[in-house]
């Protein structure tokens, strides 16, 4: 058993390898105005975090939807895009065919599985989002969040059963000077690939080399298309 999990294991490190390879080809970072990534891991507690922030410019078209419509109205319509990101990561166009997204427990896990094994790499239970309000800024920001709910990718204590896994977090930020911020973060998660904490100077570097730079070449691909879009007032 434990051969067959190391195995199935290896097969999806070498996707995420392949995947890396394909996003370091890529231009993904070519927008300094546009998109910014920072990622770290914590080597006591095994944490890993990475935040991602694109402005929407003036002449894309979510820019141009939003600044026709009501506040109330953009978080709204915003929300249901967020809350479909594991769907949107199944796409064949968007992970090269490698992912496909399945619901679970009467749809209320939604998984992220390799197409030739059927392996969970990253399970999310059901969206949860807010609105909050800035009284320094006056900015208002949406707020989904996906928390994760397992999968291979997600490091288990399985000595402890009550460990949060940590989410992932999107957010729509609208300024009073009618600028918008897209936002995305992987918040309190401890990546398998990295192992339980403390976590050696190799893993660390094997995590921030593959599975991390994966993760922001994802990203960018979703802030690009979340910008590009200017279907948001439909229902």
């Known amino acids: ?19 890396t390879n394909a996003a370091a080809e890529s ?3 070519s927008e300094p105005k546009g998109f910014h990534w920072s990622a770290s891991l914590d080597r006591p507690t095994g944490i890993a975090t990475s935040i991602e922030t694109s402005c929407v410019l003036k002449g894309n078209p979510l820019h141009r939807t939003l600044s026709q419509v009501k506040p109330k109205q953009q978080l709204n319509s915003v929300r249901k895009y967020f809350e479909a990101y594991p769907f949107w990561v199944g796409r064949p166009a968007v992970t090269f065919g490698l992912l496909r997204t399945v619901q679970e427990k009467g749809n209320e896990v939604t998984s992220i599985q390799d197409v030739l094994f059927g392996i969970n790499l990253l399970s999310f239970g059901r969206p949860q989002s807010r609105v909050q309000k800035d009284p320094g800024t006056h900015s208002k920001r949406l ?15 399985n ?10 977090l999107f957010s729509l930020v609208l300024k009073p000077d009618r600028n918008f911020f897209i936002e995305t973060e992987i918040s309190g998660y401890h990546p398998a690939i990295a192992g339980g904490p403390p976590v050696s100077k190799i893993r660390k570097w094997t ?3 593959t599975q991390s730079y994966v993760h922001a070449y994802v990203m960018w691909r979703f802030h690009n298309y979340c910008r590009r879009l200017d279907e948001f007032t439909e229902t």
């Open 159 to 168: 000595n402890r059963h009550d460990i949060d896994l940590g989410c992932l």
């Open 143 to 157: 707020t989904v969040t996906l928390p994760i709910a397992g999968g291979l990718l997600a490091w288990k204590n």
């Open 207 to 209: 995590y921030r080399s």
């Open 1 to 19: 058993m434990a051969y067959f999990i190391s195995w199935r294991f290896t097969v999806i490190l070498l996707n995420v390898i392949w995947l």
């Open 27 to 29: 231009e993904c970072f």
